[in-house]
């Protein structure tokens, strides 16, 4: 038999990042050395307090109700109001199975074009597809550090008229390590308020912040249309676990609303084990906060190395400020590349892989233009259990000590260097 499916579902291919993750991975099991820079995943073991909640609570077999545990959903809102100066309530808090269905669900319940500053992470085109929903891509400039900025804000959403429309803005950003200044936020907002903008503002990778300024968000600048979502993935290394929160203000109330009656008819709520170990993350991040803090020290060291390499190699790239990846850019290249009958982005990270065995993503996943020679590089492949037990500081890190805990970072940079220096 065969099916007839849903046409929006069959204009999706399988996500970029799982794709090469996949193919990565087969090529390593088949013995080649592959240097895995694409996949966005933390290499660290998920926080021992975190694990001893879950095995604590494993017995937990009771449906929970809707939008999540109350305790954690208090929790949430206390954890934000502490470290990040928000103001939600209790109620306010949705619990999901990861960030990225609740932003899925938010997309999927909200009218008018999803307006996405490129480069942006790969599932929100899709996620907005699957709805039947226009996706406006924003190019933002490298000399901007890839950072949206209002008056480029401000001319897409005057191009679309009076329709609703709807910002999904990442700070710090994957794929390139971006992090807004607060200036920059609170022009954005200004921007957003005029064209009265429903702002999506994902802070996955909030708490891997590498510069001495504090976080700034459009639940500050405009908390009345900003809805946040962060999760355990990212900071709390707990990806596998699939929790994810949403803050939406009661000025939303009807998004929280709608948000309910489909969390109700779909997945129900989230695993009860699952939100009492999120439970011990939130309502007793003291005990974590070492934790997020020394592994986002390494990140921090294994960004800033990558980056010192690639301006080295020639390459175009802005230093990564937060998150876990970089945005190489090989336009300096293109000459070389085109003799080598590579034009577009797609063709030089499958040459990347083929020939120097390095995996990256090409910027086409980002919502770049086809042609683009920008890459995400994700420099997250070492064993992460192993460097947070030898780990001294960043500063005190020598050059032995980053061969033995990082080989695959650096080796992976030295075939870079000699495929750029091959061309
Ligand atoms: C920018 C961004 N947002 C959201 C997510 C989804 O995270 P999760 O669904 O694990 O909470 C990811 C995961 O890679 C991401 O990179």
């Known amino acids: 038999m065969i099916p007839a499916l849903n046409p929006l579902v069959l204009s999706l291919r399988e996500s970029a990042t799982l794709a090469i993750n996949r193919t990565a991975l087969d090529l390593r099991r088949a013995g080649q050395p592959i240097f895995h820079f694409g996949f966005g995943q933390s290499p660290f073991p998920v926080p021992e307090p975190l694990q001893e909640a879950l095995r604590r609570n494993a017995h937990q077999k009771d449906y929970l109700p809707t939008r999540g545990l109350p305790e954690l959903c208090q929790a949430v809102a206390a954890f934000y109001r502490r470290g990040f100066d928000y103001d939600f309530s209790a109620e306010e808090v949705c619990i999901g199975p990861g960030s990225k269905e609740l932003i899925f669900q938010t997309i999927y319940l909200v009218e008018g074009p999803l307006l996405i500053p490129a480069p942006s992470w790969v599932s929100y085109g899709p996620q ?7 996706i406006v891509p924003i190019a933002t400039r490298r000399e901007n550090g890839y950072r949206l900025q209002a008056e480029e804000l401000d001319r897409a959403c005057h191009g679309l008229g009076q329709c609703q429309k709807v910002l999904i803005l990442n700070n710090p950003n994957n794929p390139t390590g971006a ?4 200036q920059e936020m609170e022009d954005l907002a200004e921007i957003c308020r005029a064209y009265q903008v429903l702002v999506i503002s994902d802070e996955i990778y909030a708490m891997l912040n590498f510069t001495d300024r504090p976080h700034s968000s459009m639940a500050h600048f405009y908390p009345e249309g900003t809805i946040v979502s962060a999760g355990l993935s990212k900071s709390f290394a707990a990806g596998g676990y699939r929790l994810g929160v949403l803050l939406v ?16 008819e779909t997945f129900s709520a989230v695993s009860a084990p699952i939100q009492y170990a999120a439970l011990e ?6 005990a974590i906060r070492p934790f997020v803090a020394k592994t986002s020290d390494i990140h921090h060291y294994v960004c800033d190395y990558v980056y010192r390499r690639l301006i080295a190699m020639g390459l175009n790239c802005p230093r990564p400020e937060g998150a876990f990846y970089l945005f190489p850019d090989f336009q300096n290249q293109r000459e070389q590349l085109r003799c080598k009958g590579i034009l577009t982005g797609q063709r ?12 990256l993503l090409p910027g086409g996943d980002f919502y770049l233009a086809a042609t683009a020679l920008g890459a995400r590089l994700a420099p997250v492949d070492y064993d992460g259990s192993a460097a947070l037990a030898a780990w001294p500081g960043k500063e005190a890190v020598t050059e032995g000590m980053a061969r033995q805990l990082f080989p695959r970072i650096i080796e992976g940079c030295d075939r870079l260097a000699d495929y750029l220096s091959a061309l």
């Open 128 to 134: 907005a597809a699957l709805r039947g929903k226009s």
């Open 179 to 182: 992090f807004y200044r607060r």
């Open 249 to 264: 203000p009661k000025s939303l109330q009807l998004v929280l609303e709608a948000l309910q009656s489909v969390i109700s």
């Open 281 to 286: 993350a939130y309502g007793n991040f003291d």
């Open 348 to 359: 030089l990270c499958e040459d990347l892989l083929q020939e120097a065995h390095v995996a």
